[in-house]
């Protein structure tokens, strides 16, 4: 599965971006979608992760209850609303799709398939 995403910007603390990901090329609701982030000199981290049907949502400790993930199979995209923005929210996201549907539980290690990443940066 090839996966493009976008939404990404400069916002100030307290602020909010949504980040979006098409996805193509393969059977889209086989997937579990999520997002990672990597901020620099750090390691890739899990943020976020929806199941293959959209009924039960993962998060991180650290964006739970400001983030939103969300996805549609009929146009086979996901989106990550964040809200409340940190500062140290700043990194680039990745889209990502797990070949594992329906886990009761998530890590970045799960996804396989990883798009280009787009820039989020919080400034204070």
């Known amino acids: 599965v090839q996966l493009q995403a976008s939404g990404g910007g400069l916002v100030q603390a307290g602020g909010a971006l949504r980040l979006s990901c098409a996805a193509s090329?393969?059977?889209?609701?086989?997937?579990?979608m999520g997002w990672l982030r990597q901020a620099p000199g750090k390691e890739r981290e899990f943020v976020a992760a929806?199941?293959?049907?959209?009924?039960?949502?993962y998060y991180a400790d650290s964006v739970k209850g400001r983030f939103t993930i969300s996805r549609d199979n009929a146009k086979n995209t996901i989106s990550l609303q964040m809200n409340s923005l940190k500062p140290e929210d700043t990194a680039v996201y990745y889209c990502?799709?797990?070949?594992?549907?329906?886990?009761?539980?998530?890590?970045?290690?799960?996804?396989?398939?990883r798009g280009q990443g787009t820039q989020v940066t919080v400034s204070s």
């Open positions: 929806v199941n293959w049907n959209g009924g039960r949502t």
């Open positions: 990502a799709a797990s070949r594992w549907p329906g886990k009761s539980a998530y890590e970045e290690t799960d996804f396989g398939s």
């Open positions: 090329g393969g059977t889209f609701r086989s997937y579990a």
